[in-house]
């Protein structure tokens, strides 16, 4: 089986694992990067999202064979204002609690403000509500993804 | 995780205790500590060269930092921040230079002094225990640096300050990391006098998480994503009856998957060892596995349900009883039954621990959670001392109770996994010595026990003309969690079955509660907030359905009923004020209240509800009020209750485990629904100003939001809901 080749974080990425393993793992394991998180392994909560070629998408069921050619982008490699604005934002408002769903919630955030640069409520949560907290940190995601548009304005 | 009948109180026995441990045993407060065994003189030597560390909380390094050593586990509640605060404010530092550690497992050190003997996370307990013991460290801390500036200038101590983490008198200025060196060198002073809480300068106020910035960068490491040389990933395969063992297994296809290393048997299923997880998890797809299911459950929970229900007419163990409940003859009765369903913890990261397994050694990286527990169970499973067990304490991806259980079941499975490895008989022993990464999936842990456990309730009062209460009788059934485990009083009633309903803070003359407890293979557990996760629910809503038989305002009537009890009568009233109870809602909302005390904090909710056009429920906003005694890091406390509200809500909304024939039917979150972003409500939260101890805000959110919630849905629907999930009954 030839190497899957893809761009993970802007670098090439030469991938030799089984076409149906999903993005997630090979990430995880095969490139080292821990960043992204599993959390259901069946596309319900999205701790592990990630970008591809700039769309979220749940990596824990996205078999890598699947996205051969594509760039992907986790939560180590993404960059630019819209990520600075969220990221910020989230630690201007201490989001965080246990913290292992946050950095899929960053990729989703970042992902919708990149589409959408000022988000109402409602906005906010048909795009979020993939991503689960189980600390319900939910009050202080729309606050700063709403901190993060106001920050972006300017 | 409850400790209402193994408490003591800070201020007392537990602070003797802790003198006791570390003044006793010779090694607490003291320049130089080190792990190792030694001499005084060579540590207080070496250190000075390094940091300064006046005893085991503290340490200060030349680079101007101080950090403290976390006794608890982070998990979410923000201890990092917390605990943290305490010493800072004690030490005088700038919060910038202020670093938080998990310390290492060590119950001499680092007990839970709310615990007893043992290290370990719960209970809310964390601030709490600690309050005392860091204040007395960062103070003691401070009075070194002084004195070092003291010797350093030839100035008496007194003509010293220390603020904002800089030590100066007249025209010397030092940081702390000048003087640590030397600081190093002194006697450790006692008794140090503590602050006068007026003069907190820290405490009290908004602090920036010290866990923020690495928790939004992808950077904190969770046991996940701990990698250790030549590991293997193993996942297991576990019966799918509870109490059931492997009767035969295959593992012939399983083995021909590519990467899976080797397949062996531990006391609770059958481990697939592989290079990664993805082919341990298709491994353990291909495993054949039989099951003896002699001693399983194989009833469902309607079976259970009926069995628990069929006990409510007999009487059960005393837990409390004041006056006579019989004698009384109320103008009228009112009864009410309630059924609460199994509940998963389910926090975001699955049990995960790396165990390394050496001859005379076992290392464990984990989100460890009882820490002392842990360390005796993996000790006696890999045949150890428990001092030969090194525990590495990482972030762990909530818990919510989940990851202290007297049992330690996911770390005795990675221990039983590398020990099967060290076996002759396993590959001629050539796996023995490499680190296994046990990961639990989604399903493992929704389907795997250690649930909230299933309670059903019988409640009945008896009411005079004027609408008071004259008697109140509460028989709670159900398993009991504390069996068996170090913190059960056997012959005693469970305390964690029934408090939140032995004590509660309306006064009525008559009252009797008692308790049935059950026994059944599904293993349960604490989930956060305990016994009040049912119990202040059946409290709450039936004192609301009180209210309403004797045609009262619901608060106007806890008012009467709480006037013994000002401390919950202040946080009502906060709640109420702030939610301005009295002002009119838009059409097709309504509000409830409820108030419950947990783990030595008040906490009341205010809930509005509205309904679409559809019928379907939806929370708006709730406020709550919380007295926690003193706010150490009051940002934290919001969070908390936000967190606590969101958690309780999605568990009164639509969580319950159910079982059919004995076999869960619920597997990942698509069929275990939790709380998402669309359902959570706008929430506010007000802190009631003290000047008394901290007390515990990790799980006091989540007892009062869902009968608030519940009240609220009755006043709006009129339908009392008494069966759990919410979502069995209406539209959500």
Request: aromatic share 6%.
């Amino acid at each position: 089986m030839p190497p899957i080749k893809l761009t993970l974080n802007g670098k090439p990425w030469s991938v030799d694992a089984d076409p149906d393993m999903p993005l997630l793992w090979a990430v995880r394991e095969i490139a080292g990067k821990t960043g992204s998180k599993f959390g259901c392994g069946a596309a319900q909560c999205g701790a592990c999202t990630m970008h591809v070629d700039g769309q979220p998408v749940r990596a824990c069921s996205t078999p890598i064979g699947s996205i051969a050619g594509s760039k992907v982008t986790t939560i180590e490699g993404i960059e630019g204002k819209v990520a600075r604005a969220v990221q910020d934002a989230w630690v201007k408002l201490d989001v965080v609690q246990c913290g292992y769903c946050q950095s899929g919630q960053i990729m989703s955030a970042v992902a919708l403000l990149t589409d959408n640069a000022k988000p109402t409520d409602q906005d906010i949560d048909s795009a979020m509500s993939g991503n689960l907290c189980r600390c319900s940190t939910y009050v202080r995601i729309r606050a700063a993804i709403h901190e993060a548009a106001k920050a972006l304005e300017i | 995780m409850p400790d209402g009948h193994m408490t003591q109180s800070p201020e007392g026995a537990s602070r003797r205790r802790f003198l006791q441990v570390t003044g006793g045993a010779g090694v607490g407060l003291m320049v130089g500590f080190t792990w190792t065994g030694t001499s005084r003189r060579a540590e207080a030597a070496a250190v000075a060269a390094k940091a300064f560390e006046p005893n085991a909380f503290v340490k200060v390094a030349p680079d101007n930092t101080v950090t403290v050593l976390i006794k608890h586990l982070e998990m979410g509640q923000g201890v990092f921040t917390g605990l943290t605060a305490i010493v800072a404010e004690e030490i005088d530092a700038d919060w910038a230079q202020m670093r938080a550690e998990h310390a290492p497992a060590n119950a001499k050190l680092y007990n839970n002094t709310a615990f007893g003997p043992i290290q370990g996370t719960g209970g809310s307990t964390s601030v709490y225990n600690s309050w005392t013991q860091l204040r007395q460290a960062g103070a003691t801390a401070r009075a070194l640096l002084v004195a070092a500036a003291a010797q350093t200038w030839g100035v008496p101590a007194s003509a010293i300050t220390v603020s904002k983490g800089v030590v100066s008198s007249g025209t010397h200025k030092a940081t702390f990391g000048d003087l640590a060196a030397t600081a190093a060198t002194l006697p450790v002073p006692a008794d140090v006098p503590l602050k006068d809480p007026k003069s907190f300068t820290l405490v009290g106020t908004k602090l920036p998480r010290k866990d923020s910035a690495e928790k939004t960068t992808g950077k904190a490491t969770f046991a996940i994503d701990v990698v250790q040389p030549g590991m293997l990933v193993a996942v297991v395969q576990r019966p799918p009856r509870f109490g059931a063992t492997a009767q035969t297994i295959d593992a012939k296809a399983a083995k021909a998957v590519k990467g899976v290393v080797e397949v062996v048997e531990i006391p609770r299923g059958v481990a697939v060892l592989a290079t990664s997880y993805w082919a341990a998890h298709q491994g353990r797809e291909a495993l054949k596995v039989t099951w003896d299911e002699s001693k399983a459950e194989k009833r469902g929970t309607d079976a259970i349900i009926a069995d628990y229900k069929a006990l409510l007419p007999k009487p059960g163990q005393l837990v409390t009883k004041e006056g006579d409940v019989d004698a009384v003859k109320g103008a009228k009765t009112v009864k009410a039954e309630f059924t609460f369903p199994y509940l998963a913890h389910a926090p975001m990261e699955p049990l995960t621990c790396v165990v390394k397994l050496d001859k005379d050694a076992c290392e464990i990286w984990a989100g460890d959670q009882f820490q002392t527990i842990d360390q005796g169970n993996a000790a006696k499973t890999a045949g150890l001392k428990p001092e030969q067990v090194t525990i590495h304490t990482v972030y762990a991806g909530g818990s919510f109770g989940r990851r202290a259980n007297v049992e330690s079941d996911y770390i005795v499975e990675g221990v039983s996994i590398a020990k099967a490895l060290a076996d002759a008989k396993v590959q001629g022993g050539k796996l023995a010595g490499r680190p296994v990464k046990l990961i639990w999936s989604r399903e493992d842990d929704v389907r795997g026990g250690r649930y909230r456990p299933l309670y059903v309730h019988g409640m009945e009062a008896k009411l005079g003309a004027d609408g008071g209460v004259l008697a109140w009788r509460h028989r709670i059934v159900g398993q009991s969690i504390m069996a068996g485990g170090p913190f059960d009083q056997p012959g005693k009633p469970d305390a964690t079955s029934v408090e939140g309903a032995a004590e509660i803070p309306y006064t009525i003359p008559n009252r009797l509660v008692d308790l049935h407890t059950t026994t059944s293979p599904v293993p349960v557990l604490w989930w956060r907030s305990v016994g009040s996760t049912h119990t202040a629910f059946a409290v709450e809503t039936f004192i609301d359905e009180l209210a309403a038989e004797a045609k009262q305002d619901p608060v106007a009537f806890r008012r009467t009923l709480m006037e013994k009890h000002p401390r919950h009568l202040a946080v009502l009233n906060l709640a109420v004020e702030k939610a301005g109870w009295d002002k009119p809602l838009p059409k097709g909302w309504a509000r409830g209240v409820a108030v419950a005390e947990s783990f030595r904090s008040v906490v009341a909710h205010v809930a509005e509800v509205s309904q679409d056009d559809k019928g379907r429920i939806k929370v708006e906003r709730v406020v709550c009020a919380v007295d926690c005694g003193i706010a150490v890091t009051p940002d934290v406390v919001k969070a908390q209750m936000e967190g606590g509200i969101g958690f309780g809500l999605g568990a009164v909304m639509f969580g319950a485990i159910t079982m059919t024939d004995g076999v869960v039917d619920q597997s990942n979150f698509d069929s275990y629904r939790c709380l998402r972003i669309d359902e959570m409500p706008k929430v506010e939260v007000h802190i009631v100003p003290s000047a008394n101890p901290p007390t515990g805000v990790g799980e006091p959110g989540v007892p009062p939001l869902g009968p608030a919630v519940a009240n609220a849905i009755a006043a709006l629907t009129g339908k009392r809901i008494r069966d759990l999930p919410f979502a069995g009954s209406v539209s959500v």
